[in-house]
C-alpha cells in the first residue's frame, strides 16, 4: 500500500506562484511513476505532470514551460512548482502514483488539494 498525503494549494492572483508537494508513505519502494492530474468543476480530471523512478517527466501542452515537477527521493516527496497561474489552472489537483510489487501494478490517489486563481 501506498498513501499519498498533498499539500500547498490556496488561492492566489493571476500570474503567482504556488508549489504543491505530494509526500508518499507505505511501500514507497515499489513506486515506478507519480504524477498530478486536476480536476476542474464539470470538467474530467486530466494529467498535469509525471515523473518516473529514472527522473523521465512529462507535462500537459497547458502547462509547459510554466509548471515544473520534480521529487526528493531523500523525503519522498514529490513537487509541482507553478509559475504564472492562470484562472484556468483553477482546479482540485490530485497526487497519483503507480506501483508495482508482486507482479501487480497498483495506482494509488491522494485526498487532493484545492488550487483557486483569481483576483
Known amino acids: 500500500q501506498v498513501q499519498l498525503l498533498e499539500s500547498g494549494g490556496g488561492l492566489v492572483q493571476p500570474g503567482g506562484s504556488l508549489r504543491l508537494s505530494c509526500a508518499a508513505s507505505?511501500?514507497?519502494?515499489?513506486?515506478?511513476?507519480e504524477g498530478w492530474y486536476r480536476q476542474a468543476p464539470g470538467k474530467q480530471r486530466e494529467l498535469v505532470a509525471s515523473?518516473?523512478?529514472?527522473?523521465?517527466?512529462n507535462y500537459a501542452d497547458s502547462v509547459k514551460d510554466r509548471f515544473t515537477i520534480s521529487r526528493d527521493s531523500a523525503k519522498n516527496t514529490v513537487y509541482l512548482q507553478m509559475n504564472n497561474l492562470k484562472p484556468e489552472d483553477t482546479a482540485v489537483y490530485y497526487c497519483?502514483?503507480?506501483?508495482?510489487?508482486?507482479?501487480?501494478?497498483?495506482?494509488?490517489w491522494g485526498q487532493g488539494t484545492q488550487v483557486t486563481v483569481s483576483y
Open positions: 497519483n502514483a503507480d506501483s508495482f510489487r508482486f507482479g501487480n501494478w497498483n495506482n494509488y
Open positions: 515523473i518516473t523512478s529514472g527522473g523521465n517527466t
Open positions: 507505505g511501500s514507497i519502494f515499489s513506486i515506478y511513476r
